[in-house]
């Protein structure tokens, strides 16, 4: 069941003239890498960041703040003749720092042109499936954990690849042997499939609704195709080593669109 959290009068929250005016914040106490749900009680529309937010029938709306968003982010609730911005307050969380060594140098820093040429088709490829904003509302159901194995990785964490510092970690890793099962985690539509991406390898993104979708990738294996509708629970990969791996294991990432969250805080909410 999905929490509510009503967004009541207080110094860092929000006015309470929000309730009147018709938001609802469900996600309780959001912090850094947050998928956040809201509700839009009666008329009106919903911006964060200066994007107009999807709100379905039922006046459910999402968006997701990052690993190094500001303690303070504002929703506007805008109607005719009205404007009004509420502050949400964010939870600062602290990160690990890993070392990666023995990486072959090439999947560390690549140079090649061909390589380059590859890599930047690719990262195309992904974005485009990650910027769909269909009216599906599936972010609204819990989560589940895609594959059952070690926590080897968590996100938000720096890794250092041969010494060389790179961008934090943007997913949730499960490693176990190659040909264990992925699942999906929650309904959606699979937006993206390809069997070898350079850097990540056997890469899959299902399209949850509204810009929220989650992306699995190193697989052995891909079950599904794109445009396919998947069921929570339902297999859709195997884990594998492929891309650049060190081992064999599931690397789990969640978006609000471009906003890299983390999928870890969808499970085992309290309800």
């Not at 594998?240 to 990432?253: E, F, I, K, N, S």
Request: with cysteine; charged share 20%.
């Amino acid at each position: 069941m999905i929490q509510r959290v009503v967004i009541l009068l207080c110094a860092s929250l929000l006015s309470v003239s929000a309730l009147a005016q018709g938001i609802e914040l469900i996600t309780r106490s959001p912090q850094q890498g947050s998928m956040v749900i809201g509700q839009l009680l009666g008329e009106g529309e919903v911006y964060y960041g200066g994007k107009r937010l999807s709100v379905d029938k039922t006046g459910y709306f999402v968006f997701g703040v990052g690993r190094d968003a500001e303690a303070e982010v504002k929703l506007t609730l805008k109607r005719p003749n009205q404007e009004e911005d509420f502050p949400v307050r964010i939870t600062p969380r602290q990160w690990q720092i890993e070392r990666v060594d023995g990486l072959p140098p090439s999947k560390v820093s690549p140079k090649a042109p061909e390589v380059l040429k590859r890599i930047a088709a690719e990262a195309r490829l992904v974005k485009a499936a990650r910027n769909q904003e269909s009216s599906l509302n599936y972010f609204k159901m819990p989560f589940i954990m895609p594959a059952q194995g070690r926590i080897s990785g968590v996100y938000g964490s720096q890794r250092i690849l041969n010494g060389e510092p790179k961008r934090p970690h943007y997913g949730l890793d499960v490693a176990n042997q190659v040909g264990t099962a992925v699942v999906a985690p929650a309904h959606g539509v699979v937006s993206l499939v390809h069997e070898d991406m350079f850097y990540s390898g056997g890469t899959l993104i299902i399209d949850h609704g509204q810009g929220i979708s989650s992306t699995y990738i190193h697989l052995n294996s891909i079950d599904v195709k794109v445009g396919q509708t998947v069921e929570q629970g339902q297999k859709i990969a195997t884990i594998g080593a492929t891309g650049r791996a060190t081992g064999p294991h599931l690397d789990w990432r969640l978006n609000w669109f471009q906003t890299r969250l983390d999928p870890q805080l969808l499970i085992n909410q309290p309800d």
